[in-house]
């Protein structure tokens, strides 16, 4: 099954390598004439240095907007799935135009976070008219951080002009490359664990999480309370659409908690399913619980049956 579905025709996701300011200036100019040329609602978004570099470069206009990366641009996931929200909900087939970098994070973990998300793109935003062109900067960029964004944009943006990117990755091969960092499962014992064999042990779940996340953890009420959202909605569909038993292993730490929910069934999940806004994708309860935790990973059971790991950081940790 292709989880992507159908790309809109006015769809595209590509990226601009620059050694210079003057080169990121060019190609941002070009790309908001474009934009605005079309008709579409244009949004330039970067650190508040950038952004007033470009609003001195291509000044005003009621369908140019400008935007701070510490506003728009929090973490990884609740950024994709704002966009999707406000692509969804648009009430005109007006084109989005957007350009910006992609926030750099201060660890090679974090920055592994935000390339996942520039992989997974295509396939929560292929729906839409929506153009993207995101800015890397090899004079501030980590050569891993310049690979792993040549290895997520279709298109590559060269003398202003997109041509196909023979470095890209799909999605679902670029998550199981070291580059990406996709989260394991922790090596130590989990700090709980259940079995659930129907829908009257969900409850029990719902509560393993809860008590020995206040009890492990210093992680919010709210992070808390999305979390088991989450964990209940992954074993809900283990149950409905794999086979029970469905095993709950829980780790709480100070800061983080980790779940790992598996089935007993013989089916494969697709590793991109849950990305689609509801309207096209096949699971509803996936796409809610990957907005409630920071990664979902899809995967198989040692039994042959579907594994999903969740994570989620209290940021404010």
Not at 115 to 141: I, K, M, N, P, Q
Not at 256 to 273: A, K, N, W, Y
Not at 294 to 317: K, M, P, R
């Amino acid at each position: 099954m292709n989880t992507l579905g159908q790309r809109h025709a006015a769809y595209s996701h590509s990226v601009l390598v620059h050694d210079t300011d003057e080169q990121l200036i060019e190609g941002t100019r070009a790309f908001v004439a474009q934009g605005l040329e079309s008709g579409g609602d244009v949004l330039v978004h970067g650190s508040r240095d950038r952004v007033d570099l470009m609003r001195d470069v291509l000044g005003s206009h009621s369908r140019l907007g400008y935007g701070l990366d510490e506003e728009l641009y929090l973490a990884p996931m609740r950024t994709l799935f704002a966009y999707q929200r406000t692509l969804a909900e648009r009430p005109s087939p007006t084109q989005l135009w957007v350009i910006g970098t992609v926030p750099l994070a201060a660890d090679l973990s974090g920055q592994a976070a935000w390339l996942r998300y520039e992989s997974v793109v295509d396939a929560a935003l292929g729906a839409y008219a929506f153009a993207a062109l995101c800015t890397y900067d090899t004079r501030t960029c980590p050569d891993s951080v310049i690979r792993g964004a040549l290895a997520t944009h279709r298109t590559v943006s060269v003398d202003l002009a997109e041509q196909d990117n023979a470095l890209y990755v799909e999605p679902a091969v670029f998550l199981e490359v070291p580059l990406a960092q996709r989260p394991e499962v922790p090596d130590t014992p989990p700090t709980d664990a259940i079995t659930i064999h129907d829908l009257d042990d969900l409850a029990a779940a719902r509560d393993l999480v809860k008590v020995r996340a206040y009890e492990q953890s210093a992680v919010s009420p709210q992070c808390i309370e999305q979390f088991r959202v989450a964990v209940t909605e992954i074993t809900s569909n283990g149950l409905f659409h794999g086979r029970p038993p469905v095993t709950v292993a829980l780790w709480a730490d100070v800061g983080r908690l980790t779940c790992l929910v598996e089935d007993s069934g013989t089916g494969h999940l697709d590793p991109m399913t849950g990305y689609r806004h509801p309207d096209h994708a096949a699971s509803l309860g996936l796409w809610a619980a990957r907005q409630l935790v920071d990664d979902l990973v899809i995967g198989c059971s040692e039994s042959g049956g579907c594994s999903v790991l969740l994570t989620l950081a209290d940021d404010q940790l």
